[in-house]
């Protein structure tokens, strides 16, 4: 059975620093997979944030965290991050992450929430 827990959201001032944790069990992170960040904020669609394949490559990022959020990976605590800096009002949201094919990983697929196989629940990000 596949879990993704994510954990780290919390309500912050803009301008603020948040660090995300998404920890996976009954799946381990291989050099095969691509492991992303999702948010949804009310009333919107859920959007990509981050991307990249645990096998190593560049990371792929949304227009608007470019140059802000980072993605990495733990493979020995099987734990993916979400590093979220110079948070702004805009940032509010539920955020993800979500696991799936390698394939996933390319600028024109990353971002589409229907190609992932197993998601989490969610951990809120408020910036006030």
């Known amino acids: 059975h596949v879990q993704l827990v994510e954990s780290g959201g919390d309500s912050v001032q803009a301008g603020g620093s948040l660090r995300l944790s998404c920890v996976a069990s009954?799946?381990?992170?291989?050099?095969?997979?691509?492991m992303g960040w999702f948010r949804q904020a009310p009333g919107k669609e859920r959007e990509g944030v981050a991307a990249?394949?645990?096998?190593?490559?560049?990371?792929l990022y949304g227009d608007s965290v470019k140059g802000r959020f980072t993605i990495s990976q733990d493979n020995a605590k099987n734990t993916l991050y979400l590093q979220m800096n110079s948070l702004e009002p805009e940032d509010t949201a539920m955020y993800y992450c979500?696991?799936?094919?390698?394939?996933?990983?390319?600028?024109?697929?990353?971002?589409?929430?229907?190609?992932?196989?197993?998601w989490g629940q969610g951990t809120q990000v408020t910036v006030s």
């Open positions: 979500a696991a799936g094919p390698v394939w996933v990983c390319t600028d024109k697929n990353w971002s589409d929430r229907g190609l992932y196989s197993y």
């Open positions: 990249f394949k645990t096998g190593g490559g560049p990371a």
């Open positions: 009954g799946y381990t992170f291989s050099s095969s997979d691509c």
